[in-house]
């Protein structure tokens, strides 16, 4: 019978454990080296010098490989640029992929939304926000009513704001625009267009009619993102404080008015909102809105209808109410807001305000800019819907 082979017991533990791994393989390594030179004494003359040159470039790293390569044959080598280290996506193809979506999803870096998401999360649960008397809560109008807001703002009807400078940065200003569109969404959407565009980051704070105080909900809303009853004294504090105050004199007759006289102003009132600028010394802005008369095409007024709910017009237009809840859905057409450069009312007394001819010659002049711009827009538009 052989002899049996004894294994010392601590050689074998270090050898289970993985102890002299580096020593094994800086051994082989050298082994290596020495099998090498070996070869390399082995070889002729000419033979071993390319070697010794390959060897100087491998030593050198990647670059002076792809140098010494370069200077020999007068190019790159073949695969030299898979020596460069390359970016990898952490957590493979599918998470990247679905980074991207959720990018797309929520509009920008998906983890700062988030981030930004929990951090609103937690001062609705903690109370750490702020509304003021008029019931604006700005937080919530920012991160979320603006948020619901913008996806039909830029990719629905894909507003194209111009002008926006004559806001001024600091200070009270009143902003009057036309009114139209069957339901409200111009204010909405010139809303937003002060909010994102705005150099000095304002907002402004739009007057409304009874009907939205009124409405259940719809209530609550208005009053979170700002809007106030359009009236002269509500007006006037926001514009001694500083605010930028939105307001649309044609009301109901713009809003509901057939689309047959599309773009055609209606009476701008007695003025009351030219005075109201005079009182407080702001200026106003005109603001033309190019693109809303489209949204529902309004071909008939259920004038029974509107007695029985209580509306000013109960409208008919082509999908609407033939279609239901779908119709309800606004045609995509392309909208153009405008501001235009602001009157000045700093020039005239306090009492200029209690002037009539004063004030219906500026409310003249005012209603004549937009107007005037609005015909430009439409001259300049391609179509309804591009």
Not at 93 to 100: E, F
Request: proline letters at 8%; glycine letters at 10%.
């Amino acid at each position: 019978m052989a002899d049996a082979k004894v294994i010392p017991f601590d050689e074998d533990t270090r050898t289970r454990r993985g102890a002299p791994r580096s020593r094994g393989r800086a051994a082989a390594r050298k082994s290596g080296e020495a099998s090498g030179a070996n070869a390399l004494a082995a070889l002729p003359v000419e033979d071993r010098t390319v070697r010794d040159a390959a060897g100087t470039a491998a030593a050198g790293g990647p670059d002076a490989a792809a140098t010494e390569s370069t200077a020999a044959t007068g190019a790159a080598p073949e695969g030299a640029r898979d020596t460069q280290p390359r970016p990898a996506t952490e957590g493979g193809p599918l998470v990247a992929a679905l980074g991207q979506a959720a990018d797309r999803l929520l509009g920008g870096p998906w983890e700062r939304r988030v981030a930004h998401g929990l951090a609103f999360l937690r001062r609705r649960v903690t109370g750490d926000y702020e509304v003021d008397d008029f019931g604006y809560d700005e937080d919530l109008t920012d991160q979320l009513l603006m948020s619901l807001l913008r996806p039909l703002y830029e990719s629905y009807f894909r507003v194209e704001v111009k002008g926006i400078e004559n806001i001024p940065a600091e200070g009270g200003a009143l902003v009057v625009a036309n009114h139209s569109g069957t339901l409200p969404l111009d204010g909405l959407m010139m809303q937003v267009a002060v909010h994102d565009n705005h150099p000095a980051g304002r907002h402004l704070r739009l007057l409304a009619a009874d009907l939205v105080f009124v409405l259940p909900l719809v209530n609550e809303l208005a009053r979170k993102a700002g809007h106030t009853l359009a009236c002269a004294e509500d007006a006037q504090r926001l514009l001694e404080r500083g605010e930028v105050v939105g307001v649309m004199p044609e009301g109901f007759k713009g809003l509901g008015k057939p689309f047959s006289e599309r773009y055609k102003l209606q009476r701008f009132g007695r003025g009351g909102f030219v005075a109201t600028a005079l009182k407080t010394r702001v200026p106003i802005v005109p603001c033309s809105i190019v693109g809303a008369e489209e949204i529902y095409p309004m071909i008939g007024n259920a004038k029974t209808a509107a007695r029985l709910l209580g509306f000013p017009y109960f409208p008919m237009t082509p999908t609407f109410p033939w279609l239901g809840p779908l119709g309800l859905v606004p045609l995509p057409t392309k909208w153009t807001i405008q501001f235009g450069e602001p009157i000045a009312t700093d020039g005239y007394a306090p009492e200029a305000a209690e002037d009539p001819m004063l004030v219906f010659n500026l409310t003249d002049q005012v209603r004549e800019t937009i107007q005037h711009t609005l015909y430009k827009l439409l001259v300049q538009r391609r179509s309804v819907f591009f």
